[in-house]
């Protein structure tokens, strides 16, 4: 029972969807569709009604015509038949509502009767002729032994009221006809396809706006086979969407890791550094937290890259990367700033002690060896700390805060690298003082070279054994407008920090050269010059056409230019040092080791150079005479020139003592305050006008028999 009166429901839920009218006009209405297809079923049913049954109606109506005009031939011909012509009575009763006249003609048409309405007759109509619906037919009857004419007029208005009233029930049938067929069409139409269509319509519509911008849910369309074809080919597109939005996603995916972090140790980049560090501010200013930065640097890692290659320095970044990532906790961040260059955020770090220890980790943890490729290899590192809120002023905003605390441990990072690296720095104010000095340093020093602050100062060299001088070492000497005189000790390094060392190098190889070709011209055809280069000048590439083009400007022979090296400039990459210097000493410049003894030159390498000179540091001179180690270091230093056939400089000789010691241990040449100071260049001339035992391969002066000490002159800058 319950089944079947759900399935009636269903039957009657079915029936009132398909036939609730209002909603299906609605959608009719609404549709031109709908309405151009049942007008026109409508219309075309319609008008082949009209034909068809007009058709059938006309057929019927001659039909009819005919038989009666057959009955009443029959009639006629059949009350004649048996009457006699002369005596011919018509029956009254012949003429009747069908047969509305008769016309009787005999054999030679004279009129034998007339009868009833037979106007066309009478109008002298003797053809049988239409008149209104009244028809005349003429015919032969032969009654006896006459032949009659007959002409009967007959009515045709009952057959032609019926096809009339026909007609009228058959259009009032063609036009309900049409109308349900229209009305069908339209349900059918609204049916079968507006509201497929509609739905699909919403569905298309609920699709894109659930999504929200978003790739858009595929659709599911079961109604008919066309609009599931419809629906597939949007579904088609909405799954290529997704396909290209998910690789857009994973594109943007990799480009926003690729934007914050760095490709070989996988850490977070400077950018994403910054970030955090900003948030941590932020988060130690609202909770009173407090933090410390460690900047963590390879030492040497340039040489490391050049001794192993790249490869190899590669690899010991991404270990060191690696490890010290490990090492800290998920709440600290590591990232890689730069080349060699690491920073760790440690949160919650107390105080200094406890900054330290962390520095000691990372320390160790980074400098434990580790294998590659059959190497044991070890990393140095320097650390730079600074901890907040300690080491900052608190007053300034976020930004500037994280920007100070970053310098703040790249000061101490600083530190720790000229304090000899492989060892941790603390941040403290006097620090920065001395960064700030520095940085003004650096600053003065750009502008010192425009405006003419530099002076190439000549410190006299001579020959121990005839005393004559043989030329000068030229050193730089810098007039600061406000400080005064400036120590080239205290600015070359930065000079060479900076690179302005190769302009300023050129300079000073300019006028040193130019200063001895004058002087040549003034007679003094043998002296040579000595000219400091500094191992930046050496590794820029450009030394060679630099030097050349300062003696091809000065006319200077390349013979009497000396170039100076420290030992310790030699050292740093002996065997790109050993190349320049095999190019320089083709071209016939001499070489020399400057500061020998203070740089751990390896003997193995000193065989290799193509140096003329080894020049005594000052250091070994100072003592000479009463330190036996010093005397010891002097005298292997001799020995070891006259094996390598090299001329042996001792700096620094300050009295009559060590010049004489020298002199009997071989030394060759001897430079110091004991002989001149360094000298302006017009110091220098008269220096040489004055100087009693004459210039090498020149001019010698008459004031041969003066005592040494009284031709001192000049100052130390
Ligand atoms: P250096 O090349 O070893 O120069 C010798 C230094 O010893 C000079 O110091 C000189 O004034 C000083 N000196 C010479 N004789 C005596 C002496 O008897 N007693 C004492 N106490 N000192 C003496 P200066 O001019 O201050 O130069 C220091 C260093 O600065 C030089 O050492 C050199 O390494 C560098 N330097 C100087 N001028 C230049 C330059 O033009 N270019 C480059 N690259 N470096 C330079
Ligand atoms: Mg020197
Ligand atoms: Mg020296």
């Known amino acids: 029972m319950a089944e079947i009166s759900s399935a009636i429901a269903i039957v009657y839920r079915k029936g009132r969807d398909f036939l609730d009218l209002r909603t299906l006009s609605e959608k009719v209405y609404r549709s031109r569709t709908a309405r151009t297809v049942s007008g026109s079923v409508a219309i075309v049913l319609f008008l082949v009604q009209v034909f068809v049954y007009g058709g059938a109606l006309f057929t019927q109506y001659q039909n009819d015509t005919n038989q009666q005009v057959k009955i009443e031939k029959a009639l006629i011909s059949t009350a004649f038949r048996y009457s006699n012509i002369d005596s011919l009575d018509i029956p009254e009763a012949l003429i009747t509502d069908t047969l509305v006249g008769l016309v009787l003609l005999d054999a030679d048409d004279r009129l034998l009767l007339n009868k009833g309405n037979t106007l066309d007759y009478e109008h002298g109509v003797t053809e049988p002729a239409n008149a209104g619906f009244v028809e005349s037919i003429r015919w032969e009857i032969t009654a006896d032994t006459d032949t009659l004419s007959a002409i009967a007029y007959v009515s045709m208005h009952g057959q032609f009221d019926d096809v009339v009233r026909n007609g009228l029930w058959l259009l009032l049938f063609g036009l309900v006809a049409s109308l349900i067929a229209a009305a069908v ?32 849910e595929p659709i599911e369309v079961t109604e008919s086979n066309d609009l599931k074809l419809l629906a597939e080919e949007y579904n088609g597109l909405i799954e290529a969407q997704r396909k290209s939005a998910r690789q857009v996603k994973v594109k943007q995916q ?3 890791f690729a934007a914050h972090h760095d490709p070989l140790t996988h850490l977070p980049n400077r950018l994403m550094f910054e970030n955090a560090l900003k948030k941590t501010v932020r988060d130690a200013i609202a909770d009173d937290l407090k933090f410390a930065v460690f900047l963590v640097d390879l030492d040497n890692f340039k040489f490391f890259n050049d001794q192993y290659g790249h490869l190899v320095g590669d690899k010991m970044v991404a270990e060191v990367g690696n490890r010290l990532r490990t090492m800290m906790r998920d709440i600290d961040l590591v990232a890689r700033l730069d080349g060699d260059e690491f920073v760790v955020i440690q949160k919650d770090v107390p105080d200094t002690e406890a900054a330290e220890e962390v520095a000691k980790r990372i320390m160790n943890v980074a400098t434990a060896p580790y294998e590659y490729r059959g190497f044991t290899l070890k990393a140095a590192v320097s650390v730079g700390i600074s901890s907040f809120p300690d080491d900052v002023h608190i007053s300034q905003d976020e930004e500037m805060l994280g920007e100070e605390i970053v310098n703040n441990a790249a000061v101490a990072l600083q530190e720790a690298k000229s304090n000899g690296k492989n060892q941790y720095q603390l941040f403290n104010e006097k620090m920065r003082l001395r960064l700030t000095a520095r940085i003004r340093l650096e600053q003065d020093l750009k502008m010192a070279l425009q405006d003419g602050q530099f ?12 005393r004559q001088c043989t030329g000068a070492e030229a050193l730089v000497r810098w ?50 010059v000595a000219v400091n280069i500094s191992a930046v000048q050496f590794t820029d590439g450009n030394l060679l056409p630099m030097v050349s083009k300062a003696l091809k400007e000065s006319k200077l022979t390349p013979e009497l230019l000396e170039l100076e090296i420290t030992e310790s400039a030699v050292m740093h990459d002996p065997e790109e040092v050993i190349h320049s210097l095999h190019q320089l000493s083709k071209h016939g410049m001499k070489l020399a080791i400057d500061d020998f003894g203070t740089g751990y030159s390896s003997l193995a ?34 020995g070891l020139g006259k094996h390598f056939n090299m001329k042996v400089v001792a700096e620094g000789v300050e009295d009559e003592e060590q010049l004489n010691f020298l002199k009997s241990q071989g030394c060759d040449i001897a430079q110091g305050y004991y002989i001149s100071k360094p000298l302006s260049s017009e110091q220098y001339t008269h220096w040489l006008e004055r100087w009693p035992y004459g210039v090498q391969g020149g001019y010698t002066s008459s004031l041969l028999e003066l005592p040494l000490s009284d031709q001192r002159t000049g100052t130390d800058g």
């Not at 002076?455 to 005839?466: A, D, G, S």
């Not at 036996?628 to 270091?633: G, T």
């Open 185 to 216: 069409s339209m349900i059918g139409t609204a049916r079968y396809y507006i509201m497929p269509m509609e739905r699909l319509i919403q569905a298309l519509r609920t699709s894109r706006e659930d999504s929200e911008g978003r790739v858009p």
């Open 254 to 256: 990799y480009l926003e």
């Open 455 to 466: 002076e190439v100062y000549y410190q006299p060299k001579i020959n121990i054994h005839t």
């Open 479 to 528: 007039r600061h407008p406000v400080n005064g005189y400036v120590s080239p000790e205290a600015f070359v390094p930065v000079a060479e920090e900076t690179g302005l060392i190769i302009e300023l190098g050129e300079w000073i190889l300019r006028t040193a050269c130019n200063k001895t070709r004058d002087l040549q011209q003034l007679g003094y055809t043998g002296l040579n």
């Open 605 to 638: 390498y000193l065989k290799r150079f193509p140096v003329n000179t080894l020049k005594i540091d000052r250091a070994f001179i100072t003592d000479i005479s009463s330190d036996n180690d010093d005397m010891a270091i002097v005298e292997a230093v001799l």
